[in-house]
């Protein structure tokens, strides 16, 4: 192993044992840092210059779209902040490196909320007249997972990796490691949410003893986040609902549903694991909905006599 790749590995299991970061994020950043390393060939990473980091930039803009970019580089970035902490490098060359550029604002897509009740209802309808017994054990399933997703708008992640113990069914609440091993407390305030998450528990009780994740299939292993995705696509089939659903798509809608219930956007940042208050605030162009309802029946000019 030479010396760069001996570095990243190092990093990596720092990344991983220390920091704790999902297993996802960890593939991120070795995809994003072994291309880097390959760009860099035989160049010793304490050696790469200002002008190595911008000309990568450039072909990274030449290949990929924005969003991808900024994170190839904030992987890259936070590679050379562990260099540097280390003292593996002598200095950091992004300091010396003008990289800011404007990403397209893509606004959150979500999922009406007739929409929603219309798919939880076909997944319902399915535990009762499901055609086996086994189709009708994955329907209950199917159903706690898209209830707890539009209970707490977890992430996707957040909802494979939780484990038995960090669901209190007793006191109604959910224990969340986030990004960057951030945790945090959500409660389930609905009846219908904790009974279906109950009745889930004890049909599966014994698949999840064995595996040690909340969420499972019959066999006994992690429900991965492909898992959910298929899932998500055969109801909506089932409901004949066009809108192509992903499960990111019910945290958004958790998030301007409140939002449009005028509750404080600082809650929902708590609620949502966010950092900063900034990238909680992009809900606030999507409630345009809550913003028409507003102009048309609040604003003083409608109690005009003319």
């Given at each position: 192993?030479?010396?760069?790749?001996?570095?990243?590995?190092?990093?990596?299991?720092?990344?991983?044992?220390?920091?704790?970061?999902?297993?996802?994020?960890?593939?991120?950043?070795r995809t994003d840092l072994q291309q880097f390393s390959s760009d860099m060939e035989t160049t010793a990473f304490s050696q790469i210059s200002p002008s190595k980091l911008e000309n990568y930039i450039k072909?990274?803009?030449?290949?990929?779209?924005?969003?991808?970019?900024?994170?190839?580089?904030?992987?890259?970035?936070?590679?050379?902040?562990?260099?540097?902490?280390?003292?593996?490098?002598?200095?950091?060359?992004?300091?010396?490196?003008?990289?800011?550029?404007?990403?397209?604002?893509?606004?959150?897509?979500?999922?009406?909320?007739?929409?929603?009740?219309?798919?939880?209802?076909?997944?319902?309808?399915?535990?009762?007249?499901?055609?086996?017994?086994?189709?009708?054990?994955?329907?209950?399933?199917?159903?706690?997972?898209?209830?707890?997703?539009?209970?707490?708008?977890?992430?996707?992640?957040?909802?494979?990796?939780?484990?038995?113990?960090?669901?209190?069914?007793?006191?109604?609440?959910?224990?969340?490691?986030?990004?960057?091993?951030?945790?945090?407390?959500?409660?389930?305030?609905?009846?219908?949410?904790?009974?279906?998450?109950?009745?889930?528990?004890?049909?599966?009780?014994?698949?999840?003893?064995?595996?040690?994740?909340?969420?499972?299939?019959?066999?006994?292993?992690?429900?991965?986040?492909?898992?959910?995705?298929?899932?998500?696509?055969?109801?909506?089939?089932?409901?004949?609902?066009?809108?192509?659903?992903?499960?990111?798509?019910?945290?958004?809608?958790?998030?301007?549903?409140?939002?449009?219930?005028?509750?404080?956007?600082?809650?929902?940042?708590?609620?949502?694991?966010?950092?900063?208050?900034?990238t909680t605030e992009i809900y606030t162009h999507v409630s345009m909905a809550k913003q028409k309802d507003i102009l048309r029946n609040k604003h003083p000019r409608n109690s005009f006599l003319m």
């Amino acid at each position: 192993m030479n010396s760069n790749n001996e570095t990243l590995e190092n990093y990596l299991n720092e990344c991983t044992g220390q920091k704790r970061l999902n297993p996802k994020t960890i593939r991120a950043y070795r995809t994003d840092l072994q291309q880097f390393s390959s760009d860099m060939e035989t160049t010793a990473f304490s050696q790469i210059s200002p002008s190595k980091l911008e000309n990568y930039i450039k072909k990274l803009h030449d290949k990929y779209k924005p969003r991808t970019v900024k994170r190839k580089i904030a992987s890259i970035k936070a590679f050379f902040r562990y260099m540097e902490y280390h003292e593996l490098i002598r200095s950091n060359p992004w300091s010396k490196v003008q990289c800011k550029f404007r990403e397209p604002s893509t606004l959150p897509r979500t999922i009406s909320l007739g929409c929603i009740q219309e798919f939880l209802k076909t997944i319902y309808s399915q535990i009762e007249i499901g055609k086996t017994a086994y189709r009708r054990r994955n329907a209950i399933r199917d159903a706690a997972i898209c209830e707890l997703l539009f209970a707490t708008g977890l992430r996707i992640f957040e909802l494979c990796s939780l484990k038995p113990e960090e669901l209190s069914l007793s006191e109604y609440t959910v224990f969340i490691r986030g990004k960057g091993a951030k945790e945090r407390i959500l409660q389930i305030g609905n009846e219908q949410v904790h009974d279906i998450l109950k009745k889930y528990k004890e049909e599966f009780s014994e698949e999840i003893s064995k595996c040690g994740y909340f969420f499972v299939n019959q066999k006994g292993h992690p429900f991965s986040d492909q898992s959910v995705r298929r899932m998500l696509n055969h109801y909506a089939e089932l409901a004949s609902i066009k809108q192509h659903i992903t499960p990111h798509m019910w945290r958004h809608t958790f998030a301007t549903a409140l939002l449009e219930a005028d509750v404080d956007i600082r809650y929902i940042q708590s609620m949502l694991g966010h950092s900063s208050i900034h990238t909680t605030e992009i809900y606030t162009h999507v409630s345009m909905a809550k913003q028409k309802d507003i102009l048309r029946n609040k604003h003083p000019r409608n109690s005009f006599l003319m």
